[in-house]
């Protein structure tokens, strides 16, 4: 039984193709949706097989839909009038195409094509797909509320389970310590790493007296005793005086944080030490400086700045800077998902690179 969506913003429409499905059989319809909004939602709780899709529907289109969806994605089925569109839709991995009008004969194809694929799926991707859904349950739905500050954060897998983490922790006399790390590797292997170096980030902020350079320390070893340093995590740690908008970061051999200033300049957090779990014995340093009122701290991971086009470009790290300028007049959330969606158009057709994660942490102008 292959559970399906019907995502389009025309009932009619989806009328036509719930009745032509139900005359094939084999197929449970477990949700309709007429816009973008409402199918992110519905596939997210109920994890359809395939996802009927129209692709012109207002807003936001069903190729950029498909496009924003998180691993592991359900298989896509673009519908349209338009067979001009149909280069576009399988460069967004789809499974098949149909032409509206929709036929009998064309859709019995299409759920003949689906369900091979369906069984070819192992027990192990079955498997795969219930980690990663797991994972996903481990970072923070929501940033832990911060007063005076607009905080988000967005991650996008590459393979399902991700290496790449992020987290948000209160950290006593009015701080909170914003983070985001990037375990070498890709995969369940980086994704168990990612989970468990997070999980000790965070009990260890909230319970650490000392200041940040010392409590990585003492995550690093924990970290290379338990992988040898055959795993390790690159990592932005930054503390945040909610007061005073003091900012004290340790730059753990990842990619340069970068602060938008509300004067349109852009400051770079470069390293400060080696990635986490690399050596036995690591020393860190901090960056000391201010979130001032309308500055916005972005951290990401490299999978933003090193996402490749079809003809090898780079995304950057002058695009981000550029998007992070032009974002603040926008919400937290809203500059995350506009930095997760460009990648992917940026990568177009090459989506199975690397994990994509941004963090933003804005201080209030008032």
Request: charged share 20%; with cysteine; proline share 4%.
């Amino acid at each position: 039984m292959i559970r399906a969506l019907l995502v389009d913003d025309e009932p009619p429409a989806r009328a036509r193709l719930r009745a032509l499905l139900a005359e094939l059989g084999g197929v449970q319809i477990i949700g309709e949706a007429g816009d973008a909004d409402e199918a992110r939602a519905a596939i997210a709780a109920h994890r359809p097989d395939v996802v009927f899709l129209d692709i012109e529907m207002p807003v936001t289109s069903g190729t950029h839909l498909a496009a924003s969806l998180p691993e592991p994605r359900p298989f896509i089925v673009f519908a349209t009038a338009f067979d001009r569109f149909a280069l576009e839709a399988y460069q967004h991995d789809a499974a098949d195409y149909l032409l509206k009008p929709i036929t009998r004969r064309r859709l019995a194809q299409t759920l003949s094509r689906l369900r091979g694929r369906l069984g070819d799926r192992s027990e192990l991707e079955r498997e795969m797909a219930d980690a990663t859904h797991a994972q996903s349950h481990l970072l923070p739905r929501a940033l832990h509320a911060v007063q005076g500050y607009d905080c988000a954060a967005a991650t996008l897998p590459a393979h399902g389970v991700g290496g790449d983490f992020y987290d948000l922790v209160a950290t006593g006399h009015g701080r909170v310590a914003a983070l985001l790390g990037d375990v070498s590797g890709k995969g369940a292997a980086a994704g168990l790493v990612a989970s468990a170096v997070q999980a000790r980030l965070h009990t260890a902020a909230r319970h650490a007296a000392g200041d940040a350079a010392a409590l990585l320390a003492g995550i690093n070893g924990d970290v290379y005793l338990t992988t040898d340093g055959a795993r390790y995590a690159s990592l932005i740690f930054a503390q945040v005086d909610t007061t005073s908008g003091a900012l004290a970061c340790v730059n753990a051999g990842h990619l340069p944080a970068l602060i938008a200033r509300a004067s349109g300049r852009v400051d770079w957090l470069d390293s400060t030490g080696p990635a986490i779990g690399m050596l036995p014995a690591a020393t860190f340093t901090m960056h000391h400086t201010a979130l001032d009122p309308g500055d916005s701290l972005v951290c990401y991971s490299d999978g933003v700045t090193e996402a490749l086009s079809e003809r090898d470009e780079e995304f950057g790290a002058a695009r981000l800077a550029a998007m992070a300028g032009a974002g603040l007049t926008e919400s937290a959330a809203t500059l995350c998902r506009a930095i997760i969606d460009a990648v992917r158009m940026h990568r177009g057709s090459r989506q199975r690179q690397d994990d994509v994660t941004v963090l933003v942490m804005r201080r209030n102008r008032t």
